[in-house]
């Protein structure tokens, strides 16, 4: 292996960029929706708990939001830097739904935090409620374009070649924007975001009740954060199962390689591993607890249904799909099989366990309980929000790698993506220079969470002390 070949590092690079800003992006979609659900709270019922739940989380969710916007702007540079020949194929494509992420819902949505930041004694009550809601339409606005320009690369639509085929243009924006891809996708991820979401609310709210800090406010955060974990990862379940047959139908090598399934099947052979012994390469033998039909029921929604294989879909592309490019890949288009396997199997796992602790804490904090949480149970709990931060990270390793080794599906190989013109290492300075950063960063996002999160939000005031202020709502109530 050549350390310093430009393909290997541009794709380290890509790699931890960008899954060191897919750390943000989920926790800003979901906080988002959980800051404006607590401000709704306190709108309607004037209960000073849900105030000061709304600007502790609301402080989280503005370090998450500012970092995640740092760590975004670096993603686009890569574009020109290292993958000039794919920005070159795909620009006139990809660059459109880009631009109205950028140009649209990022302003949209800034604009908007910006009011609800600066508007608390300055807006109405209801208009200000509005300005958070109204950021996190935007929040997800972006996050639905962000998701067809990468859906393009799982399924190409709405495009047609250049003249001299070198360049894919777009002639259908509509097609673009409605990718089954995307309309799967966009529910998953969305779900999943409020799962991480959830799971930091449970791992705040059980520090401050082991300690017994903040009690009244952070029973009701801890029941939102439990409740919310349930009914998100119902949602992942659910709408990751009409993502499972979207993919089937578009890219049926990806299924195979998340089962590492060499031969295809049918029936009660077309089963799913629950967990294996050995390496899914085909090269020798592996031990597996499998579960018959579960893989023809996931794929097809029938226990009947047939699951192509590794090997006959190699063959069919080589001869038949995308025989121009058999000869390059030596006739297999299958991506890494141990990635694709155990990347779907710890996004399954961690993301049961982190639904399994929400159903145990529900339990524990259940009223009719006749017994004090023990301490190890709060502990436990601490550990919902890196379950779930996991999850959500290795479901994006899966969907990226399971398209190798394709950079756009059927119409550009990977290795066929990268800047031509810049030696690998400028690249390994770049990777090495960003990784640094990136740390720095990452050690100053975390200390300024986990000093907001101790520190708690601001205490309610005692309702026995003598009344020497003038009421709440006639006062200003800025704290950013």
Same mark, same amino acid.
Not at 165 to 182: C, K, Q, S, W, Y
Not at 212 to 241: H, T
């Given at each position: 292996m050549d350390l310093l070949d430009p393909l290997l590092l541009a794709r380290w690079q890509f790699g931890l960029t960008t899954l060191y800003h897919f750390l943000f992006v989920p926790l800003t979609l979901g906080m988002a929706l959980t800051v404006s659900i607590f401000q709704t709270a306190w709108f309607r019922t004037g209960d000073l708990k849900w105030l000061h739940l709304t600007r502790f989380f609301g402080k989280i969710f503005l370090i998450n939001f500012a970092m995640g916007v740092v760590t975004g702007i670096v993603q686009e540079f890569q574009f020109g830097m290292n993958w000039s020949s794919y920005s070159r194929f795909v620009g006139d494509v990809f660059g459109a739904p880009l631009a109205f992420e950028g140009l649209m819902a990022f302003f949209f949505e800034a604009t908007f935090i910006g009011l609800w930041i600066f508007g608390w004694d300055k807006l109405p009550k209801g208009l200000h409620l509005a300005s958070i809601w109204i950021a996190t339409i935007g929040a997800w606005f972006s996050a639905y374009f962000i998701l067809?320009?990468?859906?393009?690369?799982?399924? %190409?639509? &709405?495009?047609?070649?250049?003249?001299?085929?070198?360049?894919?243009?777009?002639?259908?924006?509509?097609?673009? /924007?409605?990718? %089954?891809?995307? @309309?799967?996708?966009?529910?998953? #991820? @969305?779900?999943?975001?409020?799962?991480? #979401?959830?799971?930091?609310?449970?791992?705040? $709210?059980?520090?401050? @009740?082991?300690? !017994?800090?903040?009690?009244?406010?952070?029973?009701?955060?801890? !029941?939102?954060?439990?409740?919310?974990?349930?009914? $998100? +990862?119902?949602?992942?379940? @659910?709408? &990751?199962?009409?993502?499972? /047959?979207?993919?089937?139908?578009?890219? %049926?090598? !990806?299924?195979?390689?998340?089962?590492?399934? +060499?031969?295809?099947?049918? &029936?009660?052979? $077309?089963?799913?591993? /629950?967990?294996?012994? &050995?390496t899914p390469d085909g090269t020798g033998e592996i031990f597996s607890v499998r579960v018959p039909f579960l893989l023809a029921l996931l794929s097809t929604h029938s226990l009947d249904g047939c699951v192509e294989g590794i090997n006959d879909l190699n063959l069919q592309y080589a001869t038949e799909d995308f025989p121009q490019f058999a000869e390059q890949l030596d006739g297999n288009f299958a991506p890494i099989l141990w990635i694709t396997y155990w990347s779907f199997r710890w996004m399954i796992g961690l993301g049961s366990i982190a639904a399994l602790t929400a159903v145990v804490g529900l339990w524990l904090t259940r009223k009719k309980a006749k017994r004090e949480v023990p301490a190890w149970a709060w502990k436990l709990a601490i550990w919902a929000w890196p379950a779930s931060l996991f999850a959500i990270l290795v479901g994006w390793v899966f969907t990226e790698m399971g398209r190798q080794p394709w950079i756009v599906f059927g119409l550009m190989l990977t290795e066929d993506g990268v800047s031509p013109s810049v030696p690998g290492w400028t690249v390994l300075i770049s990777l090495i220079s960003f990784t640094a950063i990136y740390a720095a960063l990452a050690v100053v996002e975390v200390g300024l969470i986990t000093k907001t999160a101790k520190k708690g939000p601001d205490p309610l005031p005692d309702p026995n002390a003598p009344v020497t202020e003038v009421p709440l709502e006639d006062t200003p109530t800025t704290v950013y």
């Open positions: 067809a320009a990468n859906a393009f690369m799982q399924n %190409p639509l &709405g495009y047609e070649m250049s003249a001299d085929g070198g360049r894919a243009e777009m002639n259908d924006f509509l097609a673009v /924007l409605t990718n %089954p891809v995307a @309309l799967a996708a966009l529910p998953h #991820t @969305l779900f999943a975001a409020f799962m991480m #979401t959830a799971g930091v609310i449970i791992s705040i $709210a059980a520090w401050h @009740l082991l300690r !017994k800090q903040n009690v009244e406010m952070m029973r009701p955060a801890l !029941k939102y954060g439990l409740w919310g974990m349930i009914v $998100a +990862f119902a949602g992942v379940a @659910l709408s &990751g199962d009409q993502l499972s /047959l979207v993919m089937v139908s578009t890219q %049926p090598m !990806k299924m195979a390689a998340a089962e590492a399934m +060499f031969d295809s099947a049918c &029936g009660a052979d $077309a089963s799913f591993s /629950l967990f294996s012994i &050995g």
